[in-house]
């Protein structure tokens, strides 16, 4: 079945950085946009970032651009998201998700049926 299993969160200091990983399972990785999305206590879910079904497109949030870099490894199954120059915003939980087939980027969320459990990333000094 299809499964989406995020790791590599944990507690950085604010500059430091951090590889979150998106492990893809009962799929073709490459026929689905994968997107990135967290949420912070208190607040909506925000658009972090996504890698399109084709050509490789991407794109990034507004607060994340130039810092964060999404990378599609096929022959891994799993989508990264190295996260540079973390800063204490970028405090939340962060969840991949899949889109619809052939989707491209941005993923909007109510088309997305598969998300992953989450992953915790803390900046803190």
């Known amino acids: 079945q299809v499964q989406l299993v995020e790791s590599g969160g944990g507690l950085v200091q604010p500059g430091g950085s951090l590889r979150l990983s998106c492990a893809a399972s009962g799929f073709t990785l490459n026929a689905y946009a994968i997107g990135w999305f967290r949420q912070a206590p208190g607040k909506e879910r925000e658009a972090v970032s996504c890698v399109g079904s084709r050509w490789n497109f991407t794109t990034y949030g507004a607060s994340v651009k130039g810092r964060f870099t999404i990378v599609r490894d096929i022959a891994k199954k799993t989508v990264y998201l190295q996260m540079d120059s973390l800063r204490f915003e970028d405090t939340a939980v962060y969840y991949c998700?899949?889109?619809?087939?052939?989707?491209?980027?941005?993923?909007?969320?109510?088309?997305?049926?598969?998300w992953g459990q989450g992953t915790q990333v803390t900046v803190s000094s």
């Open positions: 998700a899949r889109g619809p087939h052939g989707s491209l980027c941005p993923i909007v969320p109510k088309t997305v049926n598969y």
